[in-house]
């Protein structure tokens, strides 16, 4: 007897479809192959109870508060991208913000100034800061770049992280970096 998810979806795909959902099931479609593919087919696929042990496990419990939020936030910043790749930054900053307490622009930094340190640290990471700047900023802070990254918001670290990886351009970068500072 066929299953009756499959029936309804398979005469939701015949029937009813518009070229946009099509679009959004072949996606799904494509998606869903290539985790079987990975992972060598659906018995195999991961257990996410079992990959929260595992991490919780390898946490540091001698690490700071802070730290265990910053790795919980960066976790869900992944997970809600990976899962909902349509969301907006300025969506995937206030779902963050709503399920981890201590996320987003509640650190205390301006966005002017959250702005400016991803300037500078992305700057100082592809070669473009001049030696003056940089032993300037030395000077003042000391190690800069590993405070400035601490203080950096885990959404502006994932941001800075993908362009820095060539997972998206400049323009790309720019834009959802101002949309998560000022309008997140």
Not at 62 to 69: D, M, Q, V
Not at 74 to 103: C, F, H, K, Y
């Amino acid at each position: 007897m066929a299953n009756p998810e499959l029936v309804k979806a398979m005469d939701y795909i015949l029937n009813r479809c518009d070229e946009k959902s099509i679009d959004a099931v072949a996606a799904a479609v494509v998606r869903r192959r290539r985790e079987l593919a990975m992972f060598g087919g659906a018995a195999n696929l991961p257990d996410p109870k079992k990959m929260a042990r595992e991490v919780s496990g390898q946490i540091n419990m001698g690490a700071s508060i802070e730290g265990l939020r910053e790795t919980v936030r960066n976790m869900a910043v992944r997970i809600i991208r990976r899962e909902a790749p349509e969301l907006s930054d300025a969506q995937v900053a206030e779902l963050t913000a709503a399920w981890v307490p201590g996320s987003g622009k509640d650190r205390g930094l301006p966005p002017e100034l959250l702005l400016e340190m991803a300037d500078q640290f992305v700057a100082f990471s592809t070669g473009r800061m001049s030696a003056v700047e940089d032993k300037k900023l030395r000077e003042e802070i000391g190690d800069w770049p590993q405070r400035y990254w601490k203080a950096m918001p885990g959404v502006v670290q994932l941001l800075i992280k993908d362009y820095l990886d060539g997972e998206i351009n400049g323009k790309t970068y720019r834009a959802k970096l101002t949309a998560v500072l000022f309008e997140g």
